[in-house]
Antibody, heavy 122, light 107 residues
Framework: EVQLVESGGVVVQRGESLRLSCAASGFSFHDYAMHWVRQAPGKGLEWVSLISWDGGATFYADSVKGRFTISRDNSKNSLYLQMNTLRDEDTAFYYC???????????????WGQGTLVTVSS | EIVMTQSPATLSVSPGERATLSCRASQSVSSTLAWYQQKPGQAPRLLIYGASTRATGVPARFSGSGSGTEFTLTISSLQSEDFAVYYCQLYNHWPPPFGPGTKVEIK
């Protein structure tokens, strides 16, 4: 059974940094691209970032480019999101999501974690 | 950048009735469209990809169709567990945009 478990969401002050983690199990983690998708409370979904299966390619939404860094450790079946210079508008549930395509990326998501809440307080 | 819209924003349907949800792209796209279901307090769940292919384990009452700029998700006979928010998402376009969602509520 595929499982994605996010952690690291807390209340932080504007301008601070935070690192989110996602522990994956139940599939060959090193064979799939992974994404972060966020959802402000009561709002819609926003794609945030993608990392290729080997970590060699990363992509970001314009809203987080230059502030967030996605990474992965295939030896630990783990995905990360380093979030710097946090803004009020970064307040959201952050979901780790598995790309549906084997050894590539399709940019749609066949499994999602339960999400971790990041609250940026001023 | 392609923008996705969904209509209606809220759809009130009685159990057992048919629900038709619309998703529109701001320009003509290939059939790289997915639909997700999200229940309160839960993560989204993939229902449909490739505009019309049901994901693993998705009941046959869910069907997707469309091409170009107009896509539709149809729930043939609403069950109690189907009341949720539904999002469409375009993929193979950058960045991959989501629609704003349609809430399907009990009438």
């Amino acid at each position: 059974e595929v499982q994605l478990v996010e952690s690291g969401g807390v209340v932080v002050q504007r301008g601070e940094s935070l690192r989110l983690s996602c522990a994956a199990s139940g599939f060959s983690f090193h064979d799939y691209a992974m994404h972060w998708v966020r959802q402000a409370p009561g709002k819609g979904l926003e794609w945030v970032s993608l990392i290729s299966w080997d970590g060699g390619a990363t992509f970001y939404a314009d809203s987080v480019k230059g502030r967030f860094t996605i990474s992965r450790d295939n030896s630990k079946n783990s995905l990360y999101l380093q979030m710097n210079t946090l803004r009020d508008e970064d307040t959201a549930f952050y979901y780790c999501a598995k790309d549906a395509k084997y050894s590539g990326h399709s940019d749609y998501f066949d499994y999602w974690g339960q999400g971790t809440l990041v609250t940026v307080s001023s | 950048e392609i923008v996705m819209t969904q209509s209606p924003a809220t759809l009130s349907v009685s159990p057992g009735e048919r629900a038709t949800l619309s998703c529109r792209a701001s320009q003509s796209v290939s059939s790289t469209l997915a639909w997700y279901q999200q229940k309160p307090g839960q993560a989204p769940r993939l229902l449909i990809y490739g505009a019309s292919t049901r994901a693993t384990g998705v009941p046959a009452r869910f069907s997707g169709s469309g091409s170009g700029t107009e896509f539709t998700l149809t729930i043939s006979s609403l069950q109690s567990e189907d009341f949720a928010v539904y999002y469409c998402q375009l993929y193979n376009h950058w960045p991959p945009p989501f629609g704003p969602g349609t809430k399907v509520e009990i009438k």
